[in-house]
């Protein structure tokens, strides 16, 4: 009984963050305040870098498995070849106009323009290897030409590639080519193989979840020491509000313009009657914040409600908590860019191509688990050279958001 009181009584996650943000606010405008900027470069900015370095640590783990069970798990491909291959174009084709959705959003908007440039031209000292970094890679870009790109994807050593989060397309082309050579095996052969990958799978998602328990902490101490680089400057929460408008309109567009004219092209169902049948399982979605944990309520619903049959409904929709993940996939490019921009890192067009892409094809890695988001997020940022530690100015807002963007 003791311990079911102290679980109810305990504070939501979510909460946790928010505070963690907060504090980490109060904390640097203390510690400004007192001249404390050494203590927090000495005691604080270190448990920033560990929570960053622990999402780091399981990126490339948690991609390739994820990758490699979304595609394994396409084994009734043969038997509905026609549906299999339908199911996956049309999922990573709405994956990949919600990323341009995203992306168009938050160059034409520029929400971190919105923090004082001033302030900005003086944070931006902090990162200043960085910049340098980026404006070398932007001309060896030019000099290299627009297909070096291509060159990028395929390694030449895979274990070389998995040593750094830099190079995650490297990976992610690894793992869906070791998951395709699977699939095209005898499924008796690769079972053994294939049991492994889902042992190994659970255990990188406790791994995340273990990780996802820490980060209230880690908000603290990287809020803390941006504030401090900040030198206390209060206009990154309007750039950081207009950044969630960004998401959220980005988000609105996706449910009020491009589903229901998917749904009235491919099934000539009024958009109304669809939303109205599938509103139970939107709200179980918003309260769980995880689109695995409503997979049996949406069964249910496309069984019953929409008539689909259980045979087309059974294989579409948990491949579809695997490899649709539309809302997380536009946030997340909306927050890549709006970070750089508060970062004064101005990303080149093959850095946006590389967001696009990563974002997509890291879709079918990312976990339909509360706060899954964040490790991927995480690769993104590092694979085009951003620092990861500005992963604590959305994070304060991310959990509202996750009730839209799943």
């Keep these: ?227 401090v680089d900040f030198s206390g400057n209060v206009s990154v929460f309007g750039a950081l509000a207009v950044y969630a408008g960004t998401v959220v309109f980005a988000l609105l567009i996706l449910i009020f313009l491009f589903y229901p004219a998917l749904v009235h092209f491919f099934s000539r169902l009024r958009p109304v009657f669809f939303l109205k049948n599938i509103y139970p399982v939107q709200l179980l979605a918003f309260t769980t914040s995880s689109s695995a944990a409503t997979l049996p309520l949406t069964l249910e619903v496309t069984e019953q409600k929409l008539g689909i049959s259980n045979e087309v409904a059974s294989f579409v929709l948990p491949v579809g908590t695997t490899i649709n993940m539309d809302g997380t996939s536009c946030y997340q490019a909306i927050a890549v860019i709006f970070i750089a921009q508060v970062l004064g890192i101005e990303l080149t067009w093959a850095q946006l191509l590389s967001v696009i892409l990563l974002t997509t094809l890291s879709s079918i890695g990312t976990p339909a688990i509360p706060g899954g988001s964040y490790v991927i997020l995480t690769m993104v940022l590092s694979s085009i050279g951003v620092p990861a530690e500005g992963l604590a100015l959305i994070l304060g807002v991310d959990r509202p958001l996750v009730q839209f963007y799943l």
């Design 1 to 227: 009984m003791g311990d079911t009181q102290r679980k109810k009584k305990r504070i939501p996650l979510y909460l946790q963050i928010l505070l963690g943000m907060l504090g980490g606010i109060l904390a640097g405008m203390i510690a400004l305040f007192f001249n404390g900027e050494e203590f927090v470069a000495m005691w604080v900015k270190p448990w920033g870098r560990v929570f960053i370095k622990l999402l780091q640590l399981i990126a490339v783990p948690l991609v390739f498995l994820s990758l490699f069970k979304g595609v394994t798990g396409l084994q009734d491909i043969s038997r509905f070849s026609k549906i299999g291959l339908r199911t996956v174009v049309i999922y990573l084709g709405t994956t990949f106009v919600a990323i341009l959705i995203g992306v168009t959003l938050a160059l034409t908007i520029r929400p971190g323009r919105f923090f004082d440039r001033q302030e900005a031209a003086g944070m931006q000292q902090n990162y200043q290897e960085v910049v340098e970094q980026q404006r070398a890679a932007a001309e060896l870009t030019q000099e290299r030409g627009p297909l070096a790109f291509l060159d990028e994807i395929i390694p030449d050593n895979i274990v070389n590639a998995a040593s750094s989060n830099n190079r995650m397309l490297q990976v992610i082309f690894f793992a869906l080519l070791f998951g395709i050579a699977a699939l095209s095996l005898d499924r008796e052969k690769t079972a053994p193989v294939i049991r492994l990958v889902d042992s190994l799978y659970e255990i990188i998602l406790r791994m995340v979840d273990f990780i996802i328990l820490f980060t209230p902490y880690g908000v603290f101490a990287l809020m803390t020491t941006l504030v």
